[in-house]
């Protein structure tokens, strides 16, 4: 059984920053990308930040030059920086990994809220 579990959520002012973690577990064999969706009220899901396993990341336009996505392998662990949020940002993100156990597949957490208010 794989989990993936986030912490490092929370109400943030306009142009503070934060650090999302996502640790995944289980019978794991390989993780060949890991990223951060999110999901605002009203809207649908959406990338924000991806990274292989090989380093090589993807970032929405909307959070380029803002956000910074970074794993660890050894520690099959995704860490999202979140530098000069704007309300926005305001969402729940969700951590994402296309992995393989006993089978090739793709995983989720159970989110996180990221409120950016004054």
């Known amino acids: 059984q794989v989990q993936l579990v986030e912490s490092g959520g929370g109400l943030v002012q306009p142009g503070g920053s934060l650090r999302l973690s996502c640790a995944a577990s289980g019978s794991i064999l390989s993780i060949y990308v890991m990223g951060w969706y999110r999901q605002a009220p009203g809207k649908q899901r959406e990338l924000v930040a991806a990274?292989?396993?090989?380093?090589?990341?993807n970032y929405a336009d909307s959070v380029k030059g803002r956000f910074t996505i970074s794993r660890v392998n050894a520690k099959n662990t995704v860490y999202l920086q979140m530098n000069s949020l704007k309300p926005e940002d305001t969402a729940v993100y969700y951590c994402?990994?296309?992995?393989?156990?006993?089978?090739?597949?793709?995983?989720w957490g159970q989110g996180t809220q990221v409120t950016v208010s004054s």
């Open positions: 990274i292989t396993a090989g380093g090589s990341t």
């Open positions: 994402n990994a296309y992995l393989t156990t006993t089978t090739r597949g793709e995983y």
